[in-house]
């Protein structure tokens, strides 16, 4: 059997170890109309509309009038929130902090967590918020 130089230093694999529930899970992208009641989902992007006369220069075909969505990523992605309700376009969250917030799903693109990943994390967020709670009564 002939191997590449390059597969020589290749990490090998267990031929028994196959793929099930306890390997890496992703997040599920999310139409508006799938955001269920008791989903924990994240923030993937947020999106700006900017109007084009904004920028220097030309886009293209687009008119001086015409919004621009731009995609940014949300500095507090990953954070699962709770859907506590959903009336689209909106949807009511929970954070783990506790804080209640309302969504507008045009603005925000979002993620089906795993469940057992959300409430692991959800877990740990309220541990970290109890700690800074209790150093700052001190």
């Known amino acids: 059997m002939c191997v590449s ?9 267990d031929p028994d170890c196959g793929s099930g529930p306890t390997d890496s899970k992703t997040a599920k992208v999310l139409a508006p109309e799938d955001v269920r009641a008791g989903d924990y989902v994240a923030l993937l992007h947020e999106v700006h509309e900017i109007l084009s006369f904004w920028w220097c ?3 293209g075909t687009i008119r001086p009038d015409d919004p621009v969505r731009i995609p940014f990523i949300p500095k ?8 506590r ?9 929970k954070a783990p902090s506790g804080k209640v917030r309302s969504l507008d799903v045009r603005r925000y693109r979002l993620a089906r967590l795993d469940r057992t990943h959300a409430l692991v994390v959800w877990k740990a ?13 001190k």
């Open 5 to 13: 130089p390059v597969m020589r230093d290749c990490r090998k694999t």
């Open 57 to 59: 220069g030309g886009i």
């Open 76 to 83: 507090n992605g990953g954070v699962p929130f709770r859907v």
């Open 85 to 93: 309700s959903v009336c689209l376009p909106f949807i009511l969250v």
């Open 125 to 137: 967020c309220k541990k970290s918020r109890r700690k800074r709670t209790q150093v700052a009564t």
